[in-house]
C-alpha cells in the first residue's frame, strides 16, 4: 500500500505564506512525479505546480509566487506558496505518479487534501 500523507495547510492573511509538504510512503519502487492539484469550491480540481527528474510545471496563476521542490532520499515533495490571494483559497492535493515494483507500469495516487484558506 502507498500513502500520501500532506500538512502546512491553514489559515492566512493575503499577502502572506505557507508550505505544504506531502511525504509517500509504502511500497514504492520508483516515483516519476509528484505535484499538487487544487479544488476550489464549485470547481474543478486543477493543477497547480508538478516537478520530475527534468522539469518543474507551474499554472500560469501561481508563477513567480510558488515554489514546488523534491526531496526524492525522502520520497516528499512541498509547496512554498508565497503572496498568497483570496482566489488561492482551495483544498490542495498532493499527487504521486509512481511504481510499486520494478518494471511494473506507473499509477496515481493522491493525498487527503489540506485546506488553504487565504482571506482578504
Known amino acids: 500500500q502507498v500513502q500520501l500523507v500532506e500538512s502546512g495547510g491553514g489559515l492566512v492573511q493575503a499577502g502572506g505564506s505557507l508550505r505544504l509538504s506531502c511525504a509517500a510512503s509504502?511500497?514504492?519502487?520508483?516515483?516519476?512525479?509528484m505535484g499538487w492539484y487544487r479544488q476550489a469550491p464549485g470547481k474543478q480540481r486543477e493543477l497547480v505546480a508538478t516537478v520530475t527528474s527534468l522539469s518543474i510545471n507551474y499554472v500560469d496563476s501561481v508563477k513567480g509566487r510558488f515554489t514546488i521542490s523534491r526531496d526524492n532520499a525522502k520520497n516528499t515533495v512541498y509547496l512554498q506558496m508565497n503572496s498568497l490571494k483570496p482566489e488561492d483559497t482551495a483544498v490542495y492535493y498532493c499527487?504521486?505518479?509512481?511504481?510499486?515494483?520494478?518494471?511494473?507500469?506507473?499509477?496515481?495516487?493522491w493525498g487527503q487534501g489540506t485546506q488553504v484558506t487565504v482571506s482578504s
Open positions: 499527487n504521486a505518479n509512481l511504481k510499486i515494483r520494478i518494471g511494473g507500469r506507473p499509477y496515481d495516487y
Open positions: 509504502g511500497s514504492i519502487s520508483s516515483i516519476n512525479a
